[in-house]
């Protein structure tokens, strides 16, 4: 799959926010700071596409983006940001679960983003278990894989694939495009 044209639709905070054309939808999680956004533009190949900062949790709502007028690219708030408050944190846990489960969304791909550097996390095993639990396909991308020693990254991709055996885990880098064309491939299966 080639990716022509990305168009940035809106946020969205509820179900009336949902764009009104169903189309299969592929969004991506992950705690903040995991470099989401990034990830988001090493694929699209926009260097800004999905805003990508280093003052994490700043929103709770899902960024919605066309691509190829034929499929829609999610951006989720960060979870698990440890100097937010407290309030905040159950706000974007609330939506983000109202996300995972709603019927009227059409998430044919959660791709659940984590630091390759540090592995999984607990606040990534939640999320995956409401994604699963909603009956959503998980995808799990191991980011920064360019980061750290080579060793680690293995380890936890590896750790990544034993715990969830039903998830397909994939290395990535937004920094060097590691990955992006498995990523792509990926997409394309699901969107049909
Ligand atoms: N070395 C390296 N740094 C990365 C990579 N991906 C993201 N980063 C950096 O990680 C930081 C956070 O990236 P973002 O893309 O803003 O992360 P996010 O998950 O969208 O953050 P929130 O939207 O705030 O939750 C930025 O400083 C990025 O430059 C990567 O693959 N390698
Ligand atoms: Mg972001």
Known sequence: MEIRDVQFIRGVT???????????TVAFFGRSNVGK????NALVRR???ARSSSRPGRTTEVNYFSVNDSWYLAD?????YARLSK?????????LSWYA????????????????????QDADRETIAVLQDAGR???????KSDKGRRNDISNHIREAEREFPDCRVIRYSA??????SDLLGAISDVIG
Do not use: C, Q, W
Not at 90 to 95: F, G, L, M, R, S
């Open 14 to 24: 509820g179900s009336e926010g949902l764009p009104e054309v169903d189309r299969p």
């Open 37 to 40: 956004s990034s990830v988001i």
């Open 47 to 49: 260097k800004d596409m």
């Open 76 to 80: 989720t708030p960060g979870y698990g």
């Open 87 to 95: 309030v905040f944190m159950e706000k974007i846990a609330k939506h």
């Open 101 to 120: 489960g709603a019927p009227e969304v059409t998430l044919r791909l959660a791709v659940v983003v984590i630091d390759a550097e540090i592995g999984l």
């Open 137 to 143: 396909t998980v995808l799990i991308l191991g980011n």
């Open 175 to 180: 920094k060097t495009g590691e990955g992006r």
